[in-house]
Structure formats: C-alpha cells, structure tokens
C-alpha cells in the first residue's frame, strides 16, 4: 500500500489536469456494511480498510498498526474493531502466530443472516430471486475514494456520509432522510456535511424556491494536498 501510494503521489506531476481524489483509488463499498445497524461507524471505515488492502482478493494481512496508522488511531481501537466485524460474520480471523500479522477473511455471505438488503429497482424494492447470490452482491456497492480513508482529519462519520451521499446519486433525499438512514441525527448528519465541505471533498448549494440542496462530489482537492 505504501509503495503504491508513493507512486500515485507522483502522478499529478505528469498527468495534466489530474484529479486528486480519484488518483488515489476507489473501495467498492457494499451496501450491506453501510446501512448496517448492528455495527458501529469504526467497525464500518475498518472494513473498508481491509478492502482497500485485498484489492480483488478474498483475505489480507495488514498489521494492526498500519490499519491504525492511516486512520490516526491506536492498535486497541483496532483491535476492538477487527472483533466486532468477526463477532457479527462478517470477517474471519486467522491467527498466524505471535511473530506474524493475523489473515483477514473478507466474507461475502454475512455469518449470521439478516443483513441483506434488497435492491430497489424503479422506485420499489426488487424481491431476492438469486437463490444462491452472497449478500454483498445482492446489496449492491458504493464506490469510496481511498483520499479519505488516507485523511486522518477526516472522521469515520464523515466517511460514511460521502458514502451514503454517493449511494443515493443526484437524486438525495433530505438530510433528515439520509440521517435516518444513517442511524445518526440529523444535527450529527450536517456536522459531517460540513467537515467534508471543509475538506474539499464535497460541494453544497442551495436550489428552488424550497432551497433544497444539492450536493456535488468533487473530485480535485481544494487545496492541493497529495504528497
């Protein structure tokens, strides 16, 4: 991970008009992790973390303290994470010995069932007809730009409000509605609009006579901060 970034950080120099945030990469992140209710917002950003390191395949072994390092947090907190996703199915943990990194299974059907979301098709929720389909597929994916995953200034709620932000497209709803199905407040759900207004990673604007808002991904840093 790190020697790729420090070829990525090389980019912006030779490509002209390069975005920042997209250069960074992206994490496919499923819809089933996002809108899910029985996990906390850190055990949600570590998954994404655990994806980023498996790319395309199903397990990797990043230490403990290179998961803490890119999110500024300590081995514990990390560690408590990593149970969690374990203790509601969705990870496995194979323990290498005490020398070595554990290996970390990235399970696409959720252990303990329950988790699958139904994908909405035309307005309306389409049933479940793939008898054999793992959950992850049948929820869907949100992309997420490793830049924020990279940005320690940035907190796990903010993370997951871009997601959900990018998941539900130009069409959002209200932030009391995206709020809700964050499982936050809608007063939480503005603070993370704002850091990531802050950030540079998302635009605002008010629109109509009902000022709705309308949010804009963007796609080049503010201020220029890849290094």
Known sequence: MRQLNCIISDYPSKLKDAD???????????????????????DKVVHLLLLSFAWQQPSCFPSQASLGDMRG?????????????????YIN????GSARANTYEILCRVAKGGHVINPVKGGEIAPID?????DFSIGGFTPV???????????????????????????????SE????????????????????KRGYLDVKK????????????????????A
Do not use: C
């Not at 629109?207 to 890849?226: A, P, S, V």
């Open 130 to 134: 793939r008898q054999d389909a793992d």
């Open 20 to 42: 920042d945030i997209t250069l960074r990469g992206y994490v496919q992140m499923p819809r089933v992790i996002l809108y899910s209710g029985n996990i906390s917002d850190g």
């Open 73 to 89: 947090k300590t081995v514990r907190q990390m560690r408590r994470n990593l149970k969690s996703l374990s203790d509601n199915g």
């Open 178 to 197: 995206m709020a809700e199905a964050r499982g936050i407040s809608r007063p939480a759900f503005s603070v993370h609009v704002n850091e990531l207004v």
């Open 145 to 175: 730009p490793v830049a924020l995953l990279e940005d320690k200034e940035l907190s796990d709620g903010a993370i997951l409000t871009y997601a959900l932000i990018a998941d539900q497209g130009t069409g959002a709803p209200s932030q």
């Open 207 to 226: 629109e109509g006579w009902g000022n709705t808002l309308t949010y804009t991904l963007r796609y080049k840093f503010k201020n220029k901060r890849i």
């Open 93 to 96: 943990i194979i323990q290498n």
